[in-house]
C-alpha cells in the first residue's frame, strides 16, 4: 500500500493538495478516521492504515479566497460549467404525483385509475425546495465552484433548458465541458436523449444524488406544466393510469451512466464511512466497465435480494468520447461536510477539469 509523500502531509499544517485527497482514498489510506482538535487535522502514521481526516473550519477560513486556497493554480482559463436544477423533479413533489401515489398505492396491477389523474400534473417554476430537489446544493456549488475555479465560466440551467437542447451550440457539439446533476429523479424523453448526446459527444457528467432518471415525464412549454408518463411505478397515457415498472430506463442507464437506483433508507451499514453519511437514496453498481473511486461497502437486509452484488460507490465510467461521474450517495445530505467537500473538489480538478491538459 502506497503511503501519501511526507511533504504532502507536513506537520506545520499545509494543506494536502486536492489531487493527492483522491490518490489517497483510492489507495485505501482513509480507512479510519479520528475526531479532529484542530480546525484541518492531518495526521500521519508509520503504520499501513494512515489516518488522515480533512475538516474546514466553521466559516471555511482555510480556502475562503482564490488565494489562499491549494486549487486556484490547477486550472485553466475557460472551462464552461453548467448546473442543472432539477425542476421537473421540485414540481413532482409538490404534493401532486406523491398525493395520487399514496391515494392509489393498494390498487392491484391490472386496474386502471381513472380518477385523480389531474394529480399526475403539476406546474414547473424556477423556485425549488431543499428538501427534495438540491436547491441548496446547487446554490452551494455555485458558490463553492466560484472561488474553486474563478477562471471558467459557470451557468445554472433548469431541467426546461436540458429538454430544449441548450447544453449544445448550434453546430451540435457542446456548449459545456462539465455538467453537473443533482436530484433529476423525473426528466422528459428528450432531457434524457440529450444527456446521453453530452456524455457520448466528450464532455464529463457529474451526478451528485442517488434516485436519477428514474420517471419519465412529458413537459408542455405553454402551460409549463409536467406530466407523468411511466416510472415510479406507475403508466399514464392521459386517460388513465395503471400499475407499471419502478426504473424508467434501468437497462440503458446502466449502459451510459454506470448503476441503477437502489432503495430508500434500506442501507443497514456503510462499513467504509469516510464523510459520516446516513442511508437516504442510493445508486448501486450494475456496469461491469464502472471503476470504482470509493467503495462504501454498504450492508443491505439479509432478505433485500438484487440480481447483482449491490456496491455503493463513487465510480467513473468512459462512455463513447466523454465520462459520467457518480457520487453514488445522496450528497445533498452531506455537501456542507468539509471531507466530502475537499473530495468533491478533487473530483471535480481529476476527472473533469482537467480533460484538455
Avoid at 389523474?117 to 446544493?137: D, G, M, R, W, Y
Avoid at 459527444?201 to 413537459?219: C, H, P, Q, R
Avoid at 437506483?261 to 464502472?290: K, M, S, W
Amino acid at each position: 500500500m502506497t503511503t501519501p509523500s511526507l511533504s504532502l502531509l507536513q506537520s506545520s499544517g499545509q494543506n494536502q493538495t486536492s489531487l493527492s485527497i483522491v490518490d489517497s482514498m483510492r489507495e485505501g489510506n482513509l480507512t479510519t478516521l479520528t475526531k479532529t482538535i484542530t480546525p484541518i487535522a492531518i495526521h500521519r502514521s508509520e503504520s499501513k492504515n494512515d489516518i488522515i481526516d480533512y475538516t474546514f473550519s466553521k466559516n471555511r477560513s482555510e480556502i475562503s479566497t482564490p488565494e489562499n486556497n491549494t486549487h486556484t493554480n490547477e486550472f485553466g482559463k475557460g472551462f464552461d460549467i453548467a448546473l442543472v436544477k432539477p425542476t421537473f423533479t421540485a414540481a413532482a413533489y409538490n404534493n401532486s404525483f406523491y398525493n395520487f401515489y399514496r391515494l392509489y398505492g393498494n390498487v392491484p396491477a391490472g386496474i386502471n385509475v381513472t380518477t385523480g389523474l389531474n394529480l399526475l400534473s403539476s406546474k414547473v417554476t424556477n423556485e425549488t425546495t431543499a428538501s427534495v430537489s438540491s436547491a441548496f446544493t446547487m446554490l452551494y456549488l455555485l458558490n463553492n465552484l466560484k472561488w474553486l475555479t474563478p477562471d471558467t465560466n459557470i451557468t445554472v440551467l433548469t431541467d426546461a433548458d436540458v429538454d430544449s437542447g441548450s447544453i449544445f451550440i448550434k453546430n451540435g457539439s457542446n456548449a459545456y465541458d462539465v455538467l453537473i446533476l443533482g436530484h433529476q429523479e423525473y426528466v422528459t424523453q428528450q432531457q434524457y436523449n440529450n444527456l446521453k448526446r453530452f456524455v457520448s459527444n466528450g464532455s464529463t457528467m457529474i451526478i451528485l444524488d442517488g434516485n436519477v432518471f428514474f420517471a419519465e415525464v412529458k413537459y408542455d412549454r405553454n402551460t409549463k406544466m409536467i406530466t407523468l408518463v411511466k416510472g415510479h411505478g406507475w403508466t399514464f397515457n392521459g386517460k388513465s393510469a395503471w400499475k407499471g415498472i419502478g426504473e424508467r430506463w434501468a437497462n440503458e442507464t446502466s449502459q451510459w451512466v454506470g448503476s441503477n437506483y437502489l432503495c430508500y433508507q434500506c442501507i443497514t451499514r456503510f462499513a467504509y464511512n469516510p464523510f459520516g453519511y446516513t442511508a437516504h437514496e442510493e445508486q448501486y453498481v450494475t456496469n461491469p466497465n464502472d471503476i470504482i473511486l470509493l467503495d462504501y461497502n454498504a450492508s443491505l437486509p439479509k432478505n433485500y435480494l438484487l440480481p447483482i452484488k449491490h456496491v455503493v460507490a463513487t465510480y467513473e465510467l468512459n462512455y463513447h468520447r466523454g465520462k459520467g461521474i457518480a457520487l453514488g450517495i445522496y450528497s445533498d445530505d452531506i455537501i456542507a461536510n468539509g471531507k466530502f467537500d475537499r473530495y468533491l473538489d478533487s473530483l471535480l480538478l481529476q476527472y473533469s477539469l482537467r480533460l484538455r491538459d
